[in-house]
């Protein structure tokens, strides 16, 4: 079993700013390539883009279902970004090395700004993931590169997270997609 994730466009936002579930907008002209080049794979009729609420995935979406049509849109909570509290907003240089060095040292526990740590952000996706392995259908996640990560993070049996060293390395680019080759997985 397959699950293709693909990653919103650019966001509209300066570099180096922390940005997680803050609603920004994606370049509309890099959206609409991506979903130029999404739709010419070969997909399926009546395909499902499971999508994440924010801005700059239903931006996406929208623009793939107005290629396809035939294509459903199902906006999914769990697929959002990891929730970084006060942090977001906040170019990366402005947040504290005691905060940052706090987040290292209980990366699983520790809720960023306030907001969310690594763990439940892992459990989350998790619940999603479960909910597709069992539906069985033919699905495609609109999200971003946390989930991706939380995701790479389950297929390699890390439910748990100990360290910030379990947590992948991969920058999928905006506008891209991975495919995932799932895998039953023992906890």
Not at 98 to 118: C, L, N, P, R, T
Request: aromatic share 8%; glycine share 6%.
């Amino acid at each position: 079993m397959n699950l293709t994730v693909l990653r919103h466009a650019r966001p509209i936002i300066a570099g180096g700013v922390c940005y997680g579930q803050l609603d920004v907008e994606a370049e509309a002209q890099a959206t609409q390539l991506a979903a130029e080049q999404f739709t010419q794979l070969d997909w399926p009729k009546q395909l499902i883009l499971r999508t994440s609420p924010a801005i700059r995935c239903q931006a996406l979406a929208s623009a793939i279902q107005s290629i396809r049509p035939d294509f459903m849109i199902q906006t999914d909570a769990r697929l959002l970004e990891m929730n970084f509290g006060s942090w977001e907003g906040k170019p990366w240089e402005h947040i504290s090395k005691q905060e940052i060095d706090d987040w290292v040292a209980d990366f699983a526990h520790y809720k960023v700004g306030g907001g969310e740590s690594s763990q439940m952000m892992l459990e989350r996706v998790n619940s999603a993931l479960n909910d597709y392995m069992q539906k069985a259908i033919n699905e495609v996640w609109i999200t971003h590169n946390g989930v991706l990560k939380s995701l790479l993070c389950i297929q390699s049996g890390h439910f748990k997270l100990s360290k910030a060293q379990d947590w992948p390395k991969v920058q999928l680019p905006f506008g891209q997609s991975y495919c995932l080759d799932l895998k039953p997985l023992q906890k």
